[in-house]
């Protein structure tokens, strides 16, 4: 068991004629996944790489049954893509898209809540069930197949966290990247909602950053309802204010998103938090009481 | 992306919303000729990126053309600094002039986006012309928050309930009303991540005038919006930010001495949170973007050793889907071009690392690579003893 993908997910990539959505169609496919589909407007009727490419997702839906999207398209029409896919009944929507302006976004979240599709992201790695199924472009070798979920705002940060994670010995469950920028379609507490009913995740490993109070609200909501032992990291802790480290989302204003209190809330709701990027897979060892 | 208050009061004039007469000057002279026009008694304004220039010297009311031309040459190149710039504060390179205005009641008002409901949400207060936080923090039955949902937009009952909460009442609540709605619809066409009139005021003849404004661009919208780069100061931006974003890297330079090169925000900053651990002080933080091309490596490797304040650099890319051969020979090239002597220290994960590192270590160049986070930031930090 997994959540949000299995090897049975049949995914349709928008924008799989773009360079990087081809390249990454290309890599998720030789780690297994099933890509049954792609959609680029205008292409519609052509084969790449032997795989059905669709004017529409409605149509990419209506004759391979896709039920996953991956969208690549790029920031000037990515909203409108996450909005079709959404009208098209995909059930899981992952948009890579990074840049995408806040003014689309708003109206695409307002819409989305209303609907039974999930978006991951945008601007995100994506999701990975290990030995199963990759929608995303991260490295598929770090990962294995396991017991531990991984929720994470970050994308290479996320890499690192499994690696050690891993490297202790222990594999993962699912990992999903929900993004960094300031709207993003599901959310730490939603991804820990789906893990703590997962019978096949053990426990949860969680990686935030400046910016924003997500992680107090999911710290909040674990000490509320998790079944399950919580390790989690906080990148930033000497970001300075005022200053966006990288990521639309990732910046300390007016004395708010600051890591130590991020850092201080977890800890106060049961969670095991590593003190160093260095000692992530520990933590994980510590909430998980093998240390 | 930042604009100065002038530019912002234009946008705001532009959408019919009242801001004093002013004129921009870049020398004192101008200051002088703007000041006659003003009639003599007038306010000088410095333009720079950042709020709290009251405090800082930087703004002034004048009672005669002599004595603004005076506060101009005063004003000009000098390096303001407020709780907002930094230690080494902005260099002043315009200053706006402004009629006098008589105010009477001061207000607070403005529209940003929530992160918590995904919407925009407008924030007006009767405690204006002060630092809203605090007001937050002290008394926050004093500001009156509104979500708006993106299917309705900003409807006039909505505006007038807040005007009202403001104490404004008559034709003037209706003049605030239409105010706020013009507001909302700067955000809107302008792609606005925020814009704040702190202290929207009601001047003694009884109109509504924006007395300083602020307005953000969202930086993902400036593809739909060409006249953006031209609107932007570059004098009040750091050099090396300016080149970085040329590359489309992220950069933002901090006081330490360790350049930092890393691919993708969230482990850039882990990579500083973990230098610091053992010691060390990043001189900046960069992020080359999750997936690193050799192109941009090269770049930013350019960026960080064109800082004099690094010492050593400290490479940190976790490379996946990349190659690391490739990263590395993009490392080799940009520290030759540069005929770069610094220590360097490379920590390198993903296909084909072994190739990568052995490229590195025949480079001839000063550096040594690590197998992890930290590793490699306890070697950089040995390095620069």
């Known amino acids: 068991m997994s959540i949000l993908i299995n090897r049975d997910s049949k995914i349709v990539v928008q924008g799989i004629t773009g360079r990087s959505g081809l390249f990454h169609t290309q890599q998720c496919r030789d780690y297994g996944s099933k890509i049954v589909a792609g959609v680029t407007p205008g292409k519609g009727g052509i084969h790449i790489e032997g795989i059905p490419v669709f004017n529409t997702v409605e149509e990419a839906v209506r004759y391979t049954g896709a039920n996953v999207s991956m969208i690549f398209v790029p920031p000037p029409g990515a909203a409108d893509a996450i909005l079709e896919a959404a009208d098209a009944g995909i059930d899981l929507a992952v948009c890579i898209t990074e840049g995408i302006p806040v003014r689309d976004m708003v109206p695409v979240k307002r819409v989305i809540q209303q609907t039974r599709t999930r978006l991951v992201g945008p601007n995100c790695p994506g999701v990975i069930t290990p030995g199963e199924c990759k929608v995303g472009i991260m490295p598929g070798y770090i990962h294995k197949p396991g017991k531990i979920g991984v929720v994470s705002r970050s994308g290479t940060l996320t890499y690192e966290a499994v690696k050690q994670i891993t490297e202790a010995g222990l594999g993962q469950s699912t990992c999903v990247g929900i993004g960094g920028d300031p709207i993003i379609g599901m959310q730490f507490i939603d991804v820990l909602r789906l893990f703590n009913e997962d019978p096949e995740t053990e426990a949860v490993f969680m990686i935030g950053e400046i910016g924003g109070s997500a992680e107090e609200d999911a710290a909040e909501w674990i000490r509320e309802n998790m079944k399950k032992p919580v390790a989690a990291f906080i990148a930033g802790v000497t970001a300075p204010p005022g200053k966006r480290m990288g990521h639309a989302g990732a910046i300390i204003t007016g004395g708010k998103g600051k890591a130590e209190d991020k850092i201080r809330t977890l800890g106060e709701c049961g969670v095991v938090v590593a003190p160093s990027p260095t000692k992530m897979g520990a933590a994980m060892l510590e909430a998980l009481g093998k240390k | ?385």
């Not at chain 2, 299917?151 to 605030?176: K, M, N, V, W």
């Not at chain 2, 050799?294 to 960080?304: D, G, L, N």
């Open chain 2, 1 to 385: 992306m930042n604009i100065h208050e002038y530019q912002a009061k234009e946008i705001l004039s532009s959408y019919s919303i009242p801001v004093p007469r002013g004129r921009v000057a870049l020398t004192s002279d101008q200051v002088e000729r703007a000041a006659k026009e003003m009639g003599g008694r007038c306010v000088i304004k410095a333009q720079i990126y950042a709020g709290g220039r009251g405090k800082a010297g930087g703004v002034k009311l004048v009672h005669h053309p002599e004595q603004a031309q005076d506060y101009g040459k005063e004003l000009f190149g000098k390096r303001l600094v407020t709780p907002q710039t930094g230690p080494e504060g902005l260099k002043v390179r315009r200053i706006l002039v402004e009629e006098a205005v008589e105010i009477a009641r001061e207000f607070y008002l403005s529209i940003t986006l929530d992160r918590a409901t995904s919407r925009y949400c407008l924030i007006a207060s009767a405690e204006g012309g002060v630092d809203i936080e605090e007001v937050a923090q002290k008394s926050p039955e004093k500001i009156h928050v509104l979500t708006i949902d993106p299917y309705t937009g900003l409807r006039p009952y909505q505006a007038r309930r807040i005007a009202l909460a403001l104490g404004l009442t008559g034709s003037l609540c209706e003049d605030c009303v239409e105010l706020m709605l013009n507001l909302y619809k700067v955000v809107l066409d302008k792609d606005c991540s925020l814009v704040e009139i702190n202290p929207l005021v009601v001047t003694r003849a009884g109109w509504l005038m924006a007395m300083d404004a602020k307005i953000n661009f969202d930086d993902n919208a400036i593809f739909r919006h060409r006249e953006y780069p031209d609107m932007m100061d570059y004098s009040q931006l750091d050099t090396l930010e300016i080149n970085a974003g040329k590359y489309d890297l992220s950069y933002i330079k901090l006081s330490g001495n360790v350049g930092c090169m890393v691919n993708g925000a969230g482990l850039a900053m882990a990579t500083l949170d973990v230098l610091k651990e053992y010691g060390g002080e990043p001189a900046n933080f960069l992020d080359v973007g999750g997936g690193a091309t050799r192109e941009k490596v090269a770049e930013a490797f350019k960026i960080i050793l064109e800082d004099g304040d690094v010492k050593g650099v400290f490479v940190n890319i976790f490379g996946g889907i990349m190659r690391c051969d490739v990263i590395a020979q993009g490392i080799i090239e940009a520290a030759s071009e540069v005929h770069c002597t610094l220590p360097i220290v490379v920590r390198m994960d993903g296909s084909k690392v072994q190739e990568g590192k052995q490229l590195l270590v025949d480079s001839g160049l000063n550096v040594q690579t690590a197998d992890s986070l930290g590793e490699g930031a306890e070697r950089i930090v040995q390095m620069l003893g």
